[in-house]
Structure formats: C-alpha cells, structure tokens
Antibody, heavy 125, light 113 residues
Framework: QVTLKESGPVLLKPTETLTLTCDVSGFSLYNTKMGVSWFRQPPGKALEWLGHSFSNDDKSYKTSLKTRLTISKDTAKSQVVLIMANMDPVDTATYYC?????????????????WGQGTSVAVSS | QSILTQPPSVTGAPGQTVTISCTGSGSNIGAGYAVHWYQHLPGTAPKLLIYSDSNRPSGVPDRFSGSKSATSASLAITGLQTEDEGDYYCQSYDNSLSAHHVVFGGGTRLTVL
C-alpha cells in the first residue's frame, strides 16, 4: 500500500524557514519511474505545484519561487524534504507531497497518482 | 489567476451528467501536453481521476471520463452521486517563459443537489 505523509511546523513567523518532511512507504525513492513533488493550497485557492525530486537527483522548482525552495531526499529513510526560506503570511497554506508517475510520452506529461493528506502551515507574527 | 481556466462551480442532481471544462492556450494544452484531472473531497487527500487526457487509474469508476481537443479539455461525470461533491482540478504543463512547469486550473466546486 502506497502512502505519503507530510509533517512539519504548524506555525511560523515571517522570515523564518519552513522545513517539511514527506515520509513515503509502499514504493522506493530509488525507483527510476517515480519521484515526489510538493504542492500547496492557500485557503480558498487552487493547488500550486512547488517542485519535484527524482531518483537520479533531477530536481525542478516553480520559476517564481526558485530562489526560496530546496528539495532534498534521504532515499534510505524514504523521506523527501521541502525547505522554503523567508516565509511570509502569503505562504500560509496546506502543503502536500505526492508521488510523480513518469509518463510514457515524456516528462512534461508526468502526473501525480498518490497524495498525502497535507499539513497546514500558518505564517503570522 | 490560473493559467488553466475552469468554471468556479457546477451543479447537478443525483443521476445526472455534468461536464467540467478546462481551457488553456497554445503554451499548454494546445501544445499537446497531457491533461490530468484530480478530485479533492473535503477532508481527504487529492485523488487522481484521469491521466493523460482520458485514462482512468485502476479503481476509478467509468462514470468519470476525460477528453481533450485543441486548447481545451473536459471531465464528464455521469450518474452523479452525492459522494462526488467536492473540488475538481485539471493539470497540465506550460512552456511559456513565465511558467515552464506544472500548472493547475483554478478548480471547480461540484455541488450535487
């Protein structure tokens, strides 16, 4: 059974750094046909892709957030970590991790077939 | 403002059929990139409903179907059930200078009366 579970702080102050962990089970981070992506959803707004990490250390980030984001993984621990620097109240959201399935037609057609329940993060002074 | 445009809400009665549209442009759906659909029910994790335009993952009922044409895609739900009530998102890839990554629609809230 494939599961993903996000964990991390519930409340941060502006300018602090967010560190979230995604614990995965039921599949291996060594699997070359899969990866893990991070997303967020601000209250009342749409889903937003943040970035992804694959087994070969290939990483990609949302263009507008690239300078603030780092995704790393500990394959042996089956964990993928999202770090977002310089948090602001507008970053208040539910953050999700999901498994990426590589599409046969190419990386731009990849999709997300299993998701975590999400973890809520609030940024406030 | 999302790069992919969805209607904010759709409503249907149990047993009826609804269609949710997802309109893009030449830098995403119109460029031939696949469209995927997700269901997000209250208090649950998002769920993949349709991948690569029209394929259903194992376990997704055939009441859900997807299609794509030119710069738009659609999700059709037949035989509406009360448990279908929730939010639906389309997703694709955008290759414009301002995006060049995964993009989602703004989401559509489905209400089953």
């Amino acid at each position: 059974q494939v599961t993903l579970k996000e964990s991390g702080p519930v409340l941060l102050k502006p300018t602090e750094t967010l560190t979230l962990t995604c614990d995965v089970s039921g599949f291996s981070l060594y699997n070359t046909k899969m990866g893990v992506s991070w997303f967020r959803q601000p209250p009342g707004k749409a889903l937003e892709w943040l970035g992804h990490s694959f087994s070969n250390d290939d990483k990609s980030y949302k263009t507008s957030l690239k300078t603030r984001l780092t995704i790393s993984k500990d394959t042996a621990k089956s964990q993928v970590v999202l770090i977002m620097a310089n948090m602001d109240p507008v970053d208040t959201a539910t953050y999700y991790c999901a498994r990426v399935r590589k599409a046969v037609s190419g990386p731009r057609d990849d999709f997300f077939d299993m998701w975590g329940q999400g973890t809520s993060v609030a940024v406030s002074s | 403002q999302s790069i992919l445009t969805q209607p904010p809400s759709v409503t249907g009665a149990p047993g009826q059929t609804v269609t949710i549209s997802c309109t893009g442009s030449g830098s995403n759906i119109g460029a031939g990139y696949a469209v995927h659909w997700y269901q997000h029910l209250p208090g649950t994790a998002p769920k993949l409903l349709i991948y690569s335009d029209s394929n259903r993952p194992s376990g997704v009922p055939d009441r859900f179907s997807g299609s794509k044409s030119a710069t738009s895609a659609s999700l059709a739900i037949t035989g509406l059930q009360t448990e279908d009530e929730g939010d639906y998102y389309c997703q694709s890839y955008d290759n414009s200078l301002s995006a060049h990554h995964v993009v989602f629609g703004g989401g559509t809230r489905l209400t089953v009366l």
